[in-house]
């Protein structure tokens, strides 16, 4: 079974930094793209970063690019979000996620082809 525990969250003025990390177990890790999502209040869960199963490819929704940092440490199953220069709209709940299908090299961003998600964490910033 499948198991993803975020952590990392918390409350930052806008313009500070956070770093999440997700930690995973019950799958071989490195065989599998992991993907971050969040969701705002009254608002769709939404796509924001992936990264390859092999650490390889990664991608960003536009709204994050070139603030945001996804990383991987297969060693550890761990994945991590770097968020810098965070706004107040960067506000919502921070999810992990598995790729649903193997494969070293797939970064999917749809949350359907996810099948397993954590908690989530609380991120708030504040203007």
């Known amino acids: 079974q499948v198991q993803l525990v975020e952590s990392g969250g918390g409350l930052v003025q806008a313009g500070g930094s956070l770093r999440l990390s997700c930690a995973a177990s019950g799958r071989t890790f490195s065989n599998y793209a992991m993907g971050w999502f969040r969701q705002a209040p009254g608002k769709e869960r939404e796509f924001v970063a992936v990264?390859?199963?092999?650490?390889?490819?990664?991608y960003y929704a536009g709204s994050v690019k070139g603030r945001f940092t996804i990383s991987r440490d297969n060693a550890k199953n761990t994945l991590y979000l770097q968020m810098n220069s965070l706004k107040p709209e960067d506000t919502g709940v921070y999810y992990c996620a598995t790729g649903r299908v193997s494969g070293r090299y797939t970064t999917p961003m749809n949350a359907y082809d996810y099948d397993a998600w954590g908690q989530g964490t609380q991120v708030t910033v504040s203007s």
């Open positions: 990264i390859s199963g092999s650490g390889g490819r990664t």
